[in-house]
């Protein structure tokens, strides 16, 4: 049994200056004002259009971000409904191979302490499932099969394309103090990062 810590790769090579660009273009079509782009002014643009809630023009750039992550995370992440995703299938992953070390990998959760009896029980849990899911495929069972027993801790990766306007309802939503901690803790470390590459579309959502 493998317990590892939530994290993500995005996937793109993000260049701000593309991107700005690409939306202001397609922003002044509105307006008929390309002959007004020059240095500076995208971001100028763009934070007139997000003040005014014209977030469509957002829609015509976007960023694939890998999260991997607990499963139950992404079943709140495929709920938005304007994004692309490719996740790890339990059907066709046969967990009990040398390619996955014959063991699970589990996420920890980020809201219990180690040592205390909460993680105690989970990790005896956890094992407990590892143990049973090994010895169903020992048994002859079929990793579709044996997956009726994987719990909403067993790490997955899952491939997530958004557009800007969704990435920005999707920080809204799953930073809030209201969000679950463990789409929290990703979805903040993602975020942060998004501000630093492009302050701009990110910078008026605070955590």
Not at 51 to 71: A, M, N, P, Q, W
Not at 151 to 173: A, D, G, Q, Y
């Amino acid at each position: 049994m493998k317990i590892i810590k939530p994290y993500y790769v995005i996937e793109d090579e993000i260049d701000a200056k593309r991107i700005m660009l690409g939306i202001e273009r397609a922003g002044r079509t509105c307006y008929k004002s390309e002959g007004r782009i020059g240095d500076g002014s995208a971001e100028k643009f763009i934070a007139g259009i997000i003040k005014r809630g014209h977030e469509s023009v957002l829609e015509h750039e976007k960023v694939t971000v890998r999260f991997i992550c607990d499963r139950g995370v992404t079943h709140e992440m495929v709920r938005h409904r304007i994004a692309s995703f490719s996740q790890e299938s339990t059907r066709y992953c046969n967990y009990a191979q040398d390619r996955f070390g014959s063991e699970l990998t589990f996420i920890k959760p980020c809201f219990w302490e180690d040592g205390s009896e909460n993680m105690k029980t989970w990790e005896e849990t956890m094992q407990y499932i590892e143990n049973a899911y090994n010895k169903m495929i020992a048994d002859g069972a079929k990793p579709e099969e044996a997956r009726s027993i994987l719990p909403n801790s067993l790490k997955t990766e899952i491939v997530v394309t958004m557009n800007m306007r969704e990435w920005r309802h999707f920080f809204k939503l799953r930073t809030a103090p209201a969000a679950h901690p463990q789409i929290r803790e990703i979805s903040i470390a993602l975020l942060k990062e998004f501000k630093e590459k492009l302050p701009v579309l990110f910078d008026d959502i605070n955590v």
